[in-house]
């Protein structure tokens, strides 16, 4: 079973940026802890910067803002590390368009985001109004997580 965690502030990031957008995708990048080689947490969901473009059916993130992030959060051997992207959908399917499969596959293979095991989480309600969560990585082509977790702060110790 493959386990993809997050931090109460990581999900309460995403859950901010898209409750201001709810009928626009919008996004980010994801920072990571890695606990050990097949165990890692997402720590920190940025907003997908001041120049980004949200439309209905698709977010164009401001890169140069997302990379000054990526430079001031991450160290080459720190603990903590960009691994991928999520956005939003405006519909309750949460599986990865075409257009999000091509963007997941180009970034993974892009030195400046420096992941070689990308992460994409995709994030929108359900049709009872609750933000729901898929997760994806890559292995072999695109996978799903089995689970998503958000690690209360009694957890995380």
Not at 8 to 33: C, F, K, M, N
Not at 45 to 61: D, K, T, V, Y
Not at 140 to 148: A, T
């Amino acid at each position: 079973m493959t386990t993809l965690y997050l931090t109460e502030t990581a999900w309460s990031q995403i859950r901010r940026a898209v409750g201001h957008y709810p009928e626009l995708e919008t996004g980010g990048i994801l920072l990571v802890y890695k606990q050990d080689a097949n165990s890692w947490i997402i720590t920190f969901a940025s907003e997908p910067g001041p120049n980004a473009l949200r439309m209905q059916h698709s977010i164009l993130f401001d890169d140069n803002y997302l990379h000054r992030i990526i430079k001031r959060k991450t160290r080459p051997n720190s603990k903590i590390q960009y691994i991928g992207d999520w956005h939003s959908h405006t519909m309750p399917r949460l599986t990865p368009s075409r257009t999000d499969k091509n963007t997941f596959v180009q970034k993974s293979n892009q030195n400046e985001y420096r992941s070689n095991s990308p992460i994409m989480l995709i994030v929108g309600y359900n049709r009872q109004k609750q933000l729901m969560a898929r997760g994806y990585f890559l292995e072999k082509g695109i996978r799903s997580f089995s689970k998503i977790e958000v690690q209360t702060s009694q957890a995380a110790q």
